[in-house]
């Protein structure tokens, strides 16, 4: 009888992560720029609301539109900045 070897997607995933770390920079490279970009574009769907105590609407209505703008173009550029940062230091 013959064996199958198959793997499911999230394990041949799990396993290119591990043969190549600096992929992870990239993932946070990219979700950096999607959040710049749709910061800049203010996208709603990024400053709705959730089910916690201290979100980015909270902020919003709290400071107003402008703070709660910069603060998440500041957390868009801190993720571009690990993910440039693990790019590089995982050559």
Known sequence: ??????KSY???LAGYFQ???N???WILFFVGIILLYGSIRRWSWLFEG???????????ETFGCRTALILFILLSLVFIGAGITWVFLYK
């Open 1 to 6: 009888m013959e064996q199958t070897t198959d």
């Open 10 to 12: 999230i394990d041949q």
């Open 19 to 21: 043969q190549n770390p």
């Open 23 to 25: 992929s992870y920079g």
């Open 50 to 60: 959730g089910e916690g105590l201290f979100n980015i609407a909270w902020i919003e």
